[in-house]
């Protein structure tokens, strides 16, 4: 179980600040939340300490990659699959942006960008080829709205 961290809202707006863009400067965060770039650095020095800042991103337009199909598949699995392996079905498929495992029905969600409903399928197919799955539903996106 995770402990809970002690933040304050200077630490929780710098947060924000770093969501929406990762690669902001320490002075630009220093100017938001009026602290110096050295107070910003060991501010963000110790929530990546903590574990609360895990890690920075890219954000990708996969259809600037080919891939501008995006879809989400619902998976269900066999009763004796461990949960700690149902990730492992999407193992070495590029085209799988992220795997959920969920509580309830279904047991997991894959998050997917594919070149076009051939694609799509193929996909879905090797997803389905370990023999643990025994259900699929696949909903693909129209659009998506970000904060």
């Known amino acids: 179980m ?11 707006e710098i947060i924000d600040l770093l969501v929406s863009n990762g690669r902001r400067t320490l002075a630009e965060i220093g100017k938001v939340v009026s602290l110096s770039s ?3 650095k060991r501010r963000i020095d110790r929530l990546e300490q903590l574990g609360v800042i895990t890690g920075y991103t ?3 337009d996969q259809s600037k990659l080919g891939r501008p ?6 998976l269900r699995f ?9 990730a ?10 992220a795997v959920h495992t969920i509580a309830g029905d279904p047991d997991a969600l894959v998050h ?8 799509l ?8 080829r370990s023999g643990k799955v025994i259900g699929t539903k696949t909903l693909m996106v129209l659009d998506t709205r970000t904060s």
Do not use: N, Y
């Not at 995770?2 to 929780?12: A, F, K, N, W, Y």
């Not at 199909?69 to 619902?74: G, S, Y």
């Not at 997917?112 to 694609?119: E, Q, T």
């Open 2 to 12: 995770s402990q809970e961290i002690d933040v304050d809202g200077t630490d929780l």
């Open 38 to 40: 050295p107070a910003v």
């Open 58 to 60: 890219a954000r990708i």
């Open 69 to 74: 199909i995006e879809a989400f598949t619902e």
């Open 78 to 86: 066999a009763g004796s699959t461990k949960v700690a392996d149902i």
């Open 88 to 97: 492992g079905v999407a193992r070495g498929l590029p085209e799988v942006d």
């Open 112 to 119: 997917l960008s594919v070149r076009d409903v051939a694609d």
């Open 121 to 128: 399928t193929r996909v879905i197919d090797l997803l389905r």
